[in-house]
């Protein structure tokens, strides 16, 4: 099945700064890849996704990069700001006719922007 | 937030109970998934359903079980809960399989003593 990893899994940066998640997966016809943020004590919350067809997503300041080739992709928050401190997970859909929408999860990267 | 709630949001119970977790939409979607939550090891998928009284296994399904009667309610049962299965649960719901946002639930917390 689909493995996903994810790192770093804690990240500290200063208020301004950027910051850079990445995440490799293992089933090459994976075929769709969202990003996830949860903050503590609430549930994930979808941020920006990317589709297989595409290398590159921007929402803000928020962009989602991805590399079939390479077979990982990665998130990039610019101009952090301190409510942008939470747990971020990827995740990808293995591919196939009968995924069924299965998501397989990266083990989270836990940013901290401090002011 | 999508129309997706789950009860009971927390519960304790003790080893070797049955224990059911509610997870209820008003969106009218298909595709319904149950998560759990523990440090170190993201989510994982325990079971999924595809469409009324269609379910199947996900990653981690051993000591859970499954039904959905209709459409808006998706039961997750722990036949005999042990300490292990203490974590916080997700269900989570989807128009359509593949490249489509899965909206979550709000979790349920369980404690197994």
């Known amino acids: 099945g689909e493995n996903v990893e994810q790192h770093p899994s804690t990240l500290s940066v200063q208020e301004g700064d950027s910051a850079v998640i990445k995440c490799t997966y293992s089933?090459?016809?994976?075929?769709?890849f969202p990003w996830y943020k949860q903050e503590l004590g609430k549930r994930p919350q979808l941020i920006i996704d990317i589709r297989s067809n595409v290398g590159e997503k921007k929402d803000q300041r928020i962009a989602v990069t991805l590399n079939k080739t390479a077979k990982h992709f990665s998130l990039h928050i610019t101009e952090t700001q301190p409510e942008d401190s939470a747990v971020y997970f990827c995740?990808?859909?293995?591919?196939?006719?009968?995924?069924?929408?299965?998501?397989?999860f990266g083990q989270g990267t836990i940013l901290t922007v401090h002011p | 937030d999508a129309g997706i709630t789950q009860s009971p949001r927390h519960k304790v119970t003790e080893t070797g109970t049955p224990v059911t977790l509610r997870c209820h939409q008003t969106?009218?979607?298909?595709?319904m998934y149950w998560y759990r939550q523990d440090p170190g090891h993201g989510l994982r998928l325990i079971h999924y359903s595809y469409g009324v009284k269609d379910t199947d296994k996900g990653e981690v399904s051993d000591g859970y079980s499954v039904s959905r009667s209709k459409t808006e309610d998706f039961l997750l049962t722990l036949e005999s809960a042990t300490s292990s299965q203490t974590s916080v649960y997700f269900c989570?719901?989807?128009?359509?399989?593949?490249?489509?946002?899965?909206?979550f639930g709000p979790g349920t917390r369980l404690l197994v003593l």
């Open positions: 995740a990808a859909i293995p591919g196939g006719g009968t995924s069924y929408g299965k998501l397989t």
């Open positions: 969106e009218n979607h298909r595709y």
């Open positions: 989570a719901i989807s128009a359509s399989t593949g490249a489509e946002t899965q909206y």
């Open positions: 089933d090459s016809a994976s075929n769709y």
